[in-house]
């Protein structure tokens, strides 16, 4: 497959002059279907409508309370969105030990049970601290006796005014959920069990509940909250005198750059066994690395870990987090009345969501006026390759970006006119307005050869004109990297026409290249560690006919440093190459266009006026006029490389009729068909075949 490589960690660009670079795009969509904490599986992923994969929600449920039995259980969440505003419902939060529907009557032989009485209706049981941007708002489940009739009211809670997580880009709520104690200082540390227990040690309450978001009805989850404290995922089952395992799923958060050691928090596995304790055998734990699809090592050893069997007292277990991976916390033969309190190292929401970029791009300038477009054709467009620039991609892997995308202007249906691909697009980030299969139409096709590495549901969305898909990885591109040794029989080159030349030069400082024509037979290869201006059409001289391979010129232009191309250009044949410096996957130094000038690794289809080695800035396409200073088309016959293409020329928009691309990429044969390019097959050789097979082959 032959591909157009782009990269860019830029945001997505709206000026008159054509489509802006391949950008990083925005929030992530997450899925929908109910966000109850009900269910072996904490959080659940098996949705929309159950929690478990017999669809038994009633089993399980989340508790908060403080008994002789279990002395500390709270549970800390978080509520996420894909937009400001939400609603969040906590089912059976008043708590009401004789109400026969109610699961809060399970905890026998303790203080309240035996002291039945002491509370009176509408006494404050649990406490719910709700935090929104740093703003807390506390709400309260009640204590009710089963012939009250707000008993089982449900407490809803409004969240208004979410803003997104920087590293996620979600709107998100936490949500702490505790007891209220009713004797407060009798059931701190250890209990030592001496003799006949003292029952008026502890409250005696254990309060069960479920949650779940009631607004919107889609795209939104609840996890667990990471944190270290033992306790803050509290999970008892309710039916059955059984044994079940705990499924506790999370992820590795944004602070996690390179390997590094982690700690699994558990408190209160009663593995001494017990009436009411654990029973049936001892809890077992395994840790399940979902990206190695491989189980864990715990403490250096085993990946098989049982807990130490003293009861009331945090533990630990430790294991290697690598960045980016997902994982699944196994918490084996629990007894049904064994409540368990764990605590991951992060956040649940990192097992599907992965980090946005740490530095968020600038706001977004106005949108233009216009929407002008580009094309390819013959080839496929890859967004997201990283570049090696020292050393072989063989024996180096620099680093990929991950948020790189494609974007342009396309009408979204039902024709879905406007910018695309005849082939394939693949990008690690978003692909938006911007088709592939072309000019195929309808929603089937134009996102059929679609392949983005978004890993969040929303990422496919063609009436948003997101037309990305969950894929893989990106090449790495090394055209520096492999380059001659810049000395004899390498010639050098300076400023001029590169009409006439024949072979391999090279150029240590900025140069311009004027109108050149390549004639028949001539391969041109031209390495320049520097800036390059082309100010005048570079084509294939095609007049006479090719009689074989080694007659099909060639003209490949690889720079260490930014292509700046004049707008008069309006053709350009051969293979351009702007190639970055090592470090360009550090998006602070990349990022924003007023970088565009200074860092390497920039191709631009319109340089300014004022300066052959300059680009016009997008957002100033009123002040510079762009519309008019880059209204001319361009056309390239073969391909562009580069960490960021600015495709800035505004030869035509979207609305106009008819409308025409403003950049017209087209991969043609001669760029591997000839012999002096470095795909094609050796000098003394020939093709006996050539077939064009579809991407997924």
Same mark, same amino acid.
């Given at each position: 497959?032959?591909?157009?490589?782009?990269?860019?960690?830029?945001?997505?660009?709206?000026?008159?002059?054509?489509?802006?670079?391949?950008?990083?795009?925005?929030?992530?969509?997450?899925?929908?279907?109910?966000?109850?904490?009900?269910?072996? /599986?904490?959080?659940?992923?098996?949705?929309?409508?159950?929690?478990?994969?017999?669809?038994?929600?009633?089993?399980?449920?989340?508790?908060?309370?403080?008994?002789?039995?279990?002395?500390?259980?709270?549970? &800390?969440?978080?509520?996420?969105?894909?937009?400001?505003?939400?609603?969040?419902?906590?089912?059976?939060?008043?708590?009401?030990?004789?109400?026969?529907? /109610?699961?809060?009557?399970?905890?026998?032989?303790?203080?309240?049970?035996?002291?039945?009485?002491?509370? /009176?209706?509408?006494?404050?049981?649990?406490?719910?601290?709700?935090?929104?941007?740093?703003?807390?708002?506390?709400?309260?489940?009640?204590?009710? *006796?089963?012939?009250?009739?707000?008993?089982?009211?449900?407490?809803?809670?409004?969240?208004?005014?979410?803003?997104?997580?920087? &590293?996620?880009?979600?709107?998100?709520?936490?949500?702490?959920?505790?007891?209220?104690?009713?004797?407060?200082?009798?059931? =701190?540390?250890?209990?030592?069990?001496?003799?006949?227990?003292?029952?008026?040690?502890?409250?005696?309450?254990?309060?069960?509940?479920?949650?779940?978001?009631?607004?919107?009805?889609?795209?939104?989850?609840?996890?667990?909250?990471?944190?270290?404290?033992?306790?803050?995922?509290?999970?008892?089952?309710?039916?059955?005198?059984?044994?079940?395992?705990?499924?506790?799923?999370?992820?590795?958060?944004?602070?996690?750059?390179?390997?590094?050691?982690?700690?699994?928090?558990?408190?209160?596995?009663?593995?001494?066994?017990?009436?009411?304790?654990?029973?049936?055998?001892?809890?077992?734990?395994?840790?399940?690395?979902?990206?190695?699809?491989?189980?864990?090592?715990?403490?250096?050893?085993?990946?098989?870990?049982?807990?130490?069997?003293?009861?009331?007292?945090?533990?630990?277990?430790?294991? =290697?987090?690598?960045?980016?991976?997902?994982?699944?916390?196994?918490?084996?033969?629990?007894?049904?009345?064994?409540?368990?309190?764990?605590?991951?190292?992060?956040?649940?929401?990192?097992?599907?969501?992965?980090?946005?970029?740490?530095?968020?791009?600038?706001?977004?300038?106005?949108?233009?006026?216009?929407?002008?477009?580009?094309?390819?054709?013959?080839?496929?467009?890859?967004?997201?390759?990283?570049?090696?620039?020292?050393?072989?991609?063989?024996?180096?892997?620099?680093?990929?970006?991950?948020?790189?995308?494609?974007?342009?202007?396309?009408?979204?249906?039902?024709?879905?006119?406007?910018?695309?691909?005849?082939?394939?697009?693949?990008?690690?980030?978003?692909?938006?307005?911007?088709?592939?299969?072309?000019?195929?139409?309808?929603?089937?096709?134009?996102?059929?050869?679609?392949?983005?590495?978004?890993?969040?549901?929303?990422?496919?969305?063609?009436?948003?004109?997101?037309?990305?898909?969950?894929?893989?990885?990106?090449?790495?591109? *090394?055209?520096?990297?492999?380059?001659?040794?810049?000395?004899?029989?390498?010639?050098?080159?300076?400023?001029?026409?590169?009409?006439?030349? *024949?072979?391999?030069?090279?150029?240590?400082?900025?140069?311009?290249?004027?109108?050149?024509?390549?004639?028949?037979?001539?391969?041109?290869?031209?390495?320049?560690?520097?800036?390059?201006?082309?100010?005048?059409?570079?084509?294939?001289?095609?007049?006479? !006919?090719?009689? *074989?391979?080694?007659?099909?010129?060639?003209?490949?232009?690889?720079?260490?440093? /930014?292509?700046?191309?004049?707008?008069?250009?309006?053709?350009?044949?051969?293979?351009?190459?702007?190639?970055?410096?090592?470090?360009?996957?550090?998006?602070?130094?990349?990022?924003?266009?007023?970088?565009?000038?200074?860092?390497?690794?920039?191709?631009?289809?319109?340089?300014?006026?004022?300066?052959?080695?300059?680009?016009?800035?997008?957002?100033?396409?009123?002040?510079?006029?762009?519309?008019?200073?880059?209204?001319?088309?361009?056309?390239?016959?073969?391909?562009?490389?580069?960490?960021?293409?600015?495709?800035?020329?505004?030869?035509?928009?979207?609305?106009?009729?008819?409308?025409?691309? !403003?950049?017209?990429?087209?991969?043609?044969?001669?760029?591997?068909?000839?012999?002096?390019?470095?795909?094609?097959?050796?000098?003394?050789?020939?093709?006996?075949?050539?077939?064009?097979?579809?991407?997924?082959?």
């Amino acid at each position: 497959m032959h591909r157009i490589l782009l990269n860019s960690q830029s945001k997505k660009l709206f000026a008159t002059a054509a489509v802006m670079a391949f950008v990083v795009l925005g929030v992530g969509l997450l899925w929908g279907g109910k966000a109850s904490a009900l269910g072996s /599986s904490y959080y659940d992923t098996t949705g929309p409508t159950c929690d478990v994969n017999t669809c038994d929600t009633t089993r399980i449920r989340l508790a908060v309370g403080e008994t002789r039995y279990v002395q500390k259980t709270s549970v &800390n969440v978080s509520a996420y969105y894909t937009q400001a505003s939400g609603q969040l419902t906590i089912g059976n939060m008043n708590y009401c030990p004789k109400d026969p529907s /109610s699961d809060d009557g399970m905890q026998k032989n303790d203080y309240y049970d035996t002291n039945y009485g002491n509370l /009176s209706n509408g006494d404050k049981i649990t406490k719910v601290v709700v935090d929104i941007n740093g703003t807390k708002t506390t709400y309260y489940g009640y204590f009710y *006796d089963g012939s009250n009739g707000n008993c089982n009211n449900a407490l809803t809670i409004p969240l208004n005014g979410m803003t997104p997580d920087p &590293n996620l880009g979600l709107y998100t709520a936490r949500i702490s959920i505790d007891h209220i104690d009713q004797q407060p200082g009798k059931c =701190t540390g250890s209990i030592t069990i001496v003799g006949t227990l003292n029952i008026a040690d502890c409250d005696g309450i254990m309060n069960y509940f479920y949650m779940n978001e009631t607004s919107p009805t889609s795209n939104y989850r609840i996890a667990q909250t990471g944190g270290t404290s033992g306790y803050e995922v509290t999970l008892q089952e309710t039916a059955g005198a059984s044994n079940i395992n705990y499924y506790v799923r999370f992820g590795a958060d944004c602070t996690v750059t390179a390997d590094k050691t982690a700690q699994l928090y558990f408190y209160d596995m009663d593995n001494d066994g017990g009436v009411g304790a654990q029973l049936n055998g001892k809890i077992t734990m395994r840790l399940y690395d979902n990206t190695d699809s491989q189980y864990v090592s715990l403490n250096g050893g085993s990946t098989t870990y049982t807990p130490p069997s003293n009861n009331n007292a945090v533990g630990s277990v430790n294991f =290697t987090v690598k960045p980016r991976h997902a994982y699944t916390w196994h918490v084996n033969n629990a007894y049904i009345n064994n409540t368990i309190q764990v605590s991951t190292p992060y956040d649940g929401i990192y097992f599907l969501n992965q980090c946005k970029p740490p530095n968020p791009p600038p706001p977004l300038p106005p949108p233009p006026p216009v929407q002008p477009y580009f094309k390819v054709t013959g080839g496929d467009v890859v967004s997201g390759a990283s570049f090696s620039t020292t050393t072989p991609c063989a024996s180096s892997s620099p680093a990929h970006i991950a948020e790189a995308g494609i974007v342009s202007w396309n009408e979204d249906g039902p024709a879905f006119g406007g910018a695309g691909t005849q082939y394939a697009a693949r990008a690690m980030g978003y692909i938006q307005d911007f088709v592939t299969h072309q000019p195929a139409a309808g929603a089937a096709v134009t996102t059929k050869l679609s392949f983005s590495n978004d890993l969040t549901t929303g990422a496919v969305n063609t009436g948003n004109g997101l037309f990305g898909g969950l894929f893989g990885d990106a090449p790495c591109v *090394d055209y520096w990297g492999t380059k001659p040794a810049f000395a004899a029989p390498l010639q050098p080159f300076s400023t001029g026409s590169a009409s006439g030349l *024949d072979g391999t030069y090279y150029a240590t400082s900025d140069v311009a290249i004027s109108a050149s024509v390549i004639d028949p037979g001539k391969h041109v290869t031209i390495y320049v560690d520097g800036n390059v201006s082309i100010k005048g059409n570079i084509t294939y001289n095609t007049g006479a !006919a090719w009689a *074989d391979r080694q007659a099909i010129p060639s003209f490949r232009l690889i720079v260490h440093g /930014s292509i700046f191309i004049k707008n008069s250009v309006s053709q350009l044949d051969g293979l351009y190459v702007a190639v970055p410096d090592s470090d360009y996957a550090n998006a602070s130094a990349v990022s924003g266009f007023a970088k565009v000038n200074t860092r390497k690794g920039t191709i631009s289809t319109c340089s300014a006026a004022s300066d052959d080695f300059a680009s016009y800035d997008p957002a100033n396409y009123t002040t510079d006029a762009i519309e008019s200073a880059c209204s001319a088309k361009l056309t390239v016959n073969g391909s562009l490389v580069a960490q960021q293409i600015w495709l800035l020329r505004a030869y035509s928009a979207l609305g106009d009729t008819p409308s025409y691309p !403003a950049e017209i990429i087209n991969y043609l044969p001669e760029l591997w068909l000839s012999a002096g390019s470095p795909s094609s097959v050796a000098p003394d050789g020939d093709y006996q075949s050539i077939v064009g097979l579809p991407p997924e082959l």
